[in-house]
C-alpha cells in the first residue's frame, strides 16, 4: 500500500459545528504531517508528528486540534471554525530519516465552513 | 521567513516539446528538495527529487537540476504531453537532521499547459 488515505473527501461545516478530519496510511511512515492550501495556493505546513509526537506547530490556532492516535492514524479536529479556514486540507507522511521518494501525499479533504 | 519562489507562474508549450519549469530557494540550510505535480482536485504528486550533495538526478522523461551557488532548482520534462498539464510546485526540505523528516515548504507553483 502506497497511498495516504484522507475522509471525508469533502466538508460543509458551521461555525459552531465540531467535525474531523481523517488520515491513514500503512506505509510504515512514521512523519505525519497537515498542510492547509488555498485556492492557486501552494500548500502552507499546519502540524508535524514524528513517531506519534507532535514535533511542529506553525502557530496554528486552537480551533484545529490535531491527534494521532497510532502510527497509522492521524486525525484533525475542527471547532469554531471561520469562513477564511475553507480551503483543502492535505495530510502527507514520510519516513522519519534518509527520505527517499518524498513525502506521500493524500488527496485532501475539501473543507467549506458557512 | 525565508522561501522558495519560482521565476514563472504559467508555462504554455507544444505537445513534444521539452518544457523547463525554474524555482529559486534563498534557505541555504535546505538539504533535500522535491518536485511535485497537482492535478485539479488531488493532492500533489512526487516526481523527482535530489539531495543537496548532487547537482542532477534523473528520471523517467524528467530531469532535476540543482545549483546550489546561485540556489536554482529546474525541472526539465522531456517531450511534453497533454497528460503534463498541472501546477508544478518545488519543495525544499530542512530536516531535522540530515535528509530527514522536517518542514517542507512550497514555492508558489507554475501552471504547465500543453496544448495538442
Known amino acids: 500500500d502506497t497511498e495516504v488515505t484522507q475522509t471525508p473527501k469533502h466538508l460543509v461545516m458551521g461555525m459552531t459545528n465540531k467535525k474531523s478530519l481523517k488520515c491513514e496510511q500503512h506505509m510504515g511512515h512514521r512523519a505525519m504531517y497537515w498542510y492547509k492550501q488555498k485556492a492557486k495556493k501552494p500548500p502552507e505546513l499546519m502540524f508535524v508528528?514524528?513517531?506519534?509526537?507532535?514535533?511542529i506547530n506553525e502557530s496554528v490556532p486552537s480551533r484545529f486540534s490535531p491527534e494521532c492516535p497510532n502510527s497509522s492514524l492521524l486525525n484533525l479536529h475542527l471547532h469554531a471554525l471561520q469562513p477564511e479556514d475553507s480551503a483543502l486540507y492535505l495530510c502527507?507522511?514520510?519516513?522519519?530519516?534518509?527520505?527517499?521518494?518524498?513525502?506521500?501525499f493524500g488527496s485532501g479533504t475539501r473543507l467549506t465552513v458557512v | 521567513g525565508e522561501s522558495v519562489g519560482l521565476h514563472l507562474p504559467t508555462l504554455s508549450v507544444q505537445e513534444g516539446d521539452n518544457s523547463i519549469i525554474n524555482c529559486a530557494y534563498s534557505n541555504s540550510a535546505s538539504d533535500y528538495f522535491i518536485w511535485y505535480k497537482q492535478e485539479s482536485g488531488k493532492g500533489p504528486q512526487f516526481i523527482i527529487d535530489?539531495?543537496?550533495?548532487?547537482d542532477k538526478r534523473q528520471g523517467q522523461r524528467v530531469t532535476v537540476l540543482l545549483n546550489k551557488t546561485v540556489k536554482h532548482l529546474s525541472l526539465q520534462i522531456a517531450a511534453t504531453q497533454p497528460g503534463d498539464s498541472a501546477v508544478y510546485f518545488c519543495a525544499e526540505n530542512i530536516g531535522a537532521g540530515g535528509t530527514s523528516y522536517g518542514k517542507l515548504t512550497f514555492g508558489q507553483g507554475t501552471i504547465l499547459t500543453v496544448h495538442p
Open positions: 535530489i539531495r543537496s550533495n548532487m
Open positions: 502527507a507522511s514520510s519516513q522519519v530519516f534518509s527520505l527517499t521518494d518524498g513525502y506521500t
Open positions: 508528528y514524528s513517531y506519534e509526537k507532535l514535533s
